[in-house]
């Protein structure tokens, strides 16, 4: 018991210390390097390489929902409350053709379905079932400008759940977008997605962690930089120091 002790005592100091070297500017520096070669090598080795894909028999019976599970902002419990009969997904910023699309207009485009495993950052994952519309597809037909260099996806939801917070945003480059398993959900397990899973539309990345996969998405916006938009770090947990690529 001694000895597991000072091993415990030791691999909290460790872990204290790493703590602190990473708030460090030099640790910053080191981390950030980090996040750029793990994201060069991926786009090397595997640009367009697909995430692994499962049958239906290895679908998980509980798929626990990630982040947000029941948005209280007021204009999303309008649309809640009315089915969604009158939501419209925005795609705008840097596009040739502004989007709104209804959920109807969305099912009518050519859909992807794919049974892919979500890895969440706090260590848990689950296997389901997605079907939704081709990101890759939508913005083509916004056509795109030359300068749009990132994809950012805002959304109706605040982590605090006021009115008045912060809403939830996160941001992908052109090549994720244009990946062929990047797609906007809005079924799950073969049923309409439900609210503690993002409905009415849910952003699947399927080869990155799960806080990358924005729930509740409002609009679309095509962008050269995203310094200005929150506090310049790509999401709202990448402005809390989550990685911005988050590669798996």
């Known amino acids: 018991m001694k000895r597991r002790s000072l091993l415990l005592g030791a691999g909290a100091l460790m872990l204290s210390g790493c703590d602190r070297w990473a708030r460090s500017a ?42 947000s599970t029941n948005p209280s902002a007021a204009e999303y419990v309008a649309l809640r409350d009315n089915g969604f009969a009158d939501y419209r997904l925005l795609i705008e910023g840097l596009v040739e053709r502004p989007l709104s699309l ?38 083509d ?16 939801d605040a982590l605090n759940q006021r009115e008045d917070g912060e809403r939830y945003y996160t941001s992908i480059d052109i090549p994720e977008a244009y990946h062929e398993q990047t797609i906007l959900a809005y079924d799950m397990n073969d049923a309409v997605l439900t609210v503690p899973h993002g409905a009415p539309l849910r952003l699947r990345l399927e080869r990155q962690l799960g806080y990358k996969m924005a729930k509740y998405i409002k609009r679309i916006e ?25 590669g798996i």
């Not at 367009?48 to 509980?62: F, G, H, M, N, V």
Request: hydrophobic share 30%; glycine share 10%; proline share 3%.
């Open 26 to 67: 030099s640790g910053q520096c080191s981390l950030k390097t980090g996040e750029r070669l793990n994201q060069k090598t991926q786009r090397d080795l595997a640009r367009q390489a697909l995430a692994p894909e499962y049958q239906e028999k290895d679908i998980s019976r509980d798929f626990r929902a990630n982040g």
């Open 102 to 139: 209804s959920l109807a207009d969305l099912r009518r485009r050519p859909p992807r379905t794919q049974i892919t495993r979500h890895d969440c950052v706090e260590g848990w994952s689950s296997i389901g079932k997605w079907k939704g519309a081709r990101l890759s597809a939508l913005l």
């Open 222 to 246: 095509a962008v050269e930089s995203f310094a200005q938009i929150g506090a310049g770090k790509g999401g709202y947990w990448e402005d809390r120091g989550y990685e911005w690529y988050a």
């Open 141 to 156: 037909e916004a056509r795109l400008k030359p300068e749009a260099r990132y994809i950012v996806f805002h959304c109706f």
